[in-house]
């Protein structure tokens, strides 16, 4: 049959030499490759006992963020989600109730704020579009689980500690403190 380009190869059909047909000096040339690869340094790490540097833009997971007074600073304007190309983060508001003025820092606050890990790409679109500081992206990971179901981040996985009442752990997770 005629070919219609010019690539076509000759398929070599010549018999195998007796060297071939043992396969030894194939098999010698494989391991001399693995033992090789013995000496070199190890492009692996013993992860989670060692850590790699973060990137400097490095985006991990959420943050829902607090003032110095550990007041919540989500108004739940909503723009965050807006900004969402995943369409990942849900909030229901809520109004701030006389002697509430020690939780929330506006008067409309986030009662329910949830972020759907499975669907968030980590591009850090709802911290840029967040007019309160209220949400940053940290530089710790997402555990991994085995439920589709605990992927969904509600405001008690993402609310920093309260600086007043938990102030090591609100340094560690703003990154201040390792
Ligand atoms: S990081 Fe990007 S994808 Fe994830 S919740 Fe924020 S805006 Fe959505
Ligand atoms: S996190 Fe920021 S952008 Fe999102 S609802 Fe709260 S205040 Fe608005």
Request: glycine residues 6%; charged residues 30%.
């Given at each position: 049959m005629q070919p219609l380009t010019n690539r076509v190869k000759e398929v070599d059909r010549k018999p195998m030499t007796l060297g071939e047909k043992i396969y030894l000096p194939a098999v010698l040339k494989g391991m001399s490759i693995t033992f090789k690869h013995m000496f070199k340094k190890r492009?692996?790490?013993?992860y989670p006992e060692q850590t790699r540097q973060f990137s400097p833009v490095f985006r991990g997971l959420h943050v829902l963020n607090r003032d110095e007074e550990g007041r919540?600073?989500?108004?739940?304007?909503g723009l965050c989600a807006v900004a969402c190309p995943a369409e990942a983060i849900t909030m229901e508001a809520a109004e701030r109730k006389p002697g509430e003025e020690n939780l929330y820092r506006e008067e409309k606050y986030a009662a329910k704020y949830e972020i759907n890990m499975l669907r968030c790409i980590f591009c850090g679109l709802c911290e840029e579009a967040c007019p309160k500081d209220a949400i940053y992206l940290s530089e710790t990971f997402t555990p991994s689980d085995y439920a589709r179901k605990n992927f969904i981040y509600g405001k008690k996985d993402l609310l920093i500690p309260d600086p007043k009442t938990q102030p090591e752990e609100f340094a560690k997770a703003r990154g201040e403190k390792k």
């Amino acid at each position: 049959m005629q070919p219609l380009t010019n690539r076509v190869k000759e398929v070599d059909r010549k018999p195998m030499t007796l060297g071939e047909k043992i396969y030894l000096p194939a098999v010698l040339k494989g391991m001399s490759i693995t033992f090789k690869h013995m000496f070199k340094k190890r492009p692996t790490i013993n992860y989670p006992e060692q850590t790699r540097q973060f990137s400097p833009v490095f985006r991990g997971l959420h943050v829902l963020n607090r003032d110095e007074e550990g007041r919540e600073r989500c108004t739940a304007c909503g723009l965050c989600a807006v900004a969402c190309p995943a369409e990942a983060i849900t909030m229901e508001a809520a109004e701030r109730k006389p002697g509430e003025e020690n939780l929330y820092r506006e008067e409309k606050y986030a009662a329910k704020y949830e972020i759907n890990m499975l669907r968030c790409i980590f591009c850090g679109l709802c911290e840029e579009a967040c007019p309160k500081d209220a949400i940053y992206l940290s530089e710790t990971f997402t555990p991994s689980d085995y439920a589709r179901k605990n992927f969904i981040y509600g405001k008690k996985d993402l609310l920093i500690p309260d600086p007043k009442t938990q102030p090591e752990e609100f340094a560690k997770a703003r990154g201040e403190k390792k």
